[in-house]
């Protein structure tokens, strides 16, 4: 009992600190305010972070609850749609990849961060009904690769300072 209480509430924390990320990234100024709709992806650090220490179950649930908290907080139905869609596209990648260890969780990370943009767009020419929204995915493919390069290493050295630490 100790330990699914030590766990849930170690999970809880995860959740309130990839919140706290997302309302971060929300208040910084746009990276190239040229190019609409790029993020760093603060909050995948804790989520690859989750993926790597407790599994695809437990990311999935701290994800979950993020989504629905900054749509809820800081967004609307649609930013949930397009964040849900670009999350349950990299996190199903990223697993893949982890579990095949095809490569280091910043190759992992990329993944994710492309997968991220990849499902946003294709939600996005859904909505609109349009293909060509598709050919800002090569926009946001060179910027997700260099997002996922940067989440990547700071889950790497997270991941790394808490190797010993059971959660």
Not at 4 to 22: D, E, F, H, N, P
Not at 55 to 83: E, P, Q, W
Not at 142 to 164: C, H, L, M, Q
Request: with cysteine; net charge positive.
């Amino acid at each position: 009992m100790k330990n699914k209480i030590r766990r849930y509430s170690v999970l809880g924390l995860l959740t309130a600190v990839a919140l706290v990320l997302s309302y971060v990234e929300a208040i910084l100024p746009p990276i190239w305010s040229a190019v609409p709709g790029i993020k760093i992806g603060l909050p995948n650090i804790i989520i690859i972070f989750v993926l790597y220490k407790t599994g695809l179950k437990d990311a999935i649930t701290v994800s979950a609850i993020r989504l629905f908290l900054v749509a809820l907080l800081f967004g609307n139905a649609m930013t949930l749609a397009y964040s849900a869609a670009g999350a349950i596209l990299s996190l199903s990648l990223m697993t893949l990849c982890k579990k095949l260890n095809l490569f280091s969780t910043v190759g992992v990370s990329i993944v994710g961060g492309v997968a991220h943009n990849l499902g946003q767009i294709l939600v996005a020419m859904a909505i609109f009904e349009t293909s060509q929204i598709g050919y800002y995915m090569l926009v946001l493919a060179v910027t997700g690769t260099v997002a996922g390069i940067f989440v990547g290493i700071a889950a790497s050295i997270i991941i790394k300072r808490f190797e010993k630490i059971k959660i």
